[in-house]
């Protein structure tokens, strides 16, 4: 197993223009993350599912903000009519079933840039 | 508002040296996790701690647990350039166990 692997790396994009991230989460966890991370902070809880199911959505995310995990496995993040406060390193993160001493695994992140 | 917060934010020191990161809360976290982070990468899980008042040492790194699980600290010793980097930890809490994460202490050993 490679670990949580996030494509692509790096996504320069035009302001207003539709942006979809894909991670890949280690093959035994069903239970995957998205953050936000922005220079000189820590991550910025976006969703997570489990399985399938996306169990939480953070109030601070807009509409313009989807994410899928259709089968259980790999998820997609979507971000629509870009803004350049959009910019910012996309992690994707995986675990085992939550419990109080579950483990997340990051991938390397998205870098995103918004012009 | 920060529910974790770490401290310091910034720390530039010479290789040998000891040092201590602080993640200081007023709630109880389920866990405490600590990761290190390097530019342009995802974090790096490097221990978790789940009891009151819990040790656990990773070479010449330590990590404490406070006894009312609201805090915990990272020491280094005798530290390394290889050291650089963003520490981050990040508490579990609530029936779903979601990470709450501190800042980060940003950590420069020079040479």
């Known amino acids: 197993d490679t670990g949580v692997s996030q494509d692509p790396r790096h996504k320069i994009t035009k302001r207003g223009q539709n942006v979809t991230f894909r991670c890949d989460p280690i093959?035994?966890?069903?239970?995957l993350y998205w953050y936000r991370q922005t220079l000189g902070q820590g991550p910025e809880f976006l969703t997570y599912?489990?399985?399938?199911?996306?169990?939480?959505k953070s109030r601070l995310l807009s509409d313009r903000f989807s994410a899928e995990r259709p089968k259980g496995s790999f998820s997609t993040l979507e971000i629509q009519r870009t803004e350049q406060g959009d910019s910012a390193m996309y992690l994707c993160?995986?675990?085992?079933?939550?419990?109080?001493?579950?483990?997340?695994?990051f991938g390397q992140g998205t870098r995103l840039t918004v012009v | 508002t920060q529910l974790l917060e770490q401290s310091p934010q910034f720390l530039s020191i010479q290789e040998g040296e000891n040092l201590t990161v602080y993640c200081n809360s007023s709630?109880?976290?389920?866990?405490l996790q600590w990761y290190r982070q390097e530019p342009g990468e995802g974090p790096v899980l490097l221990v978790t701690?789940?009891?009151g008042g819990e040790v656990k040492k990773l070479k010449r790194l330590t990590f404490q647990f406070g006894d009312a699980r609201k805090d915990s600290s990272l020491h280094i010793t005798a530290a390394q350039p290889g050291d650089t980097g963003l520490y981050l930890c990040?508490?579990?809490?609530?029936?779903?166990?979601?990470?709450?994460w501190g800042a980060g202490t940003k950590l420069i050993i020079k040479p």
């Open positions: 993160a995986s675990s085992r079933t939550g419990g109080r001493n579950t483990e997340a695994f």
């Open positions: 093959s035994e966890h069903n239970r």
């Open positions: 599912f489990q399985n399938e199911a996306q169990l939480e």
């Open positions: 709630s109880v976290f389920s866990s």
């Open positions: 701690v789940v009891t």
């Open positions: 990040a508490g579990a809490r609530g029936s779903n166990y979601q990470l709450i």
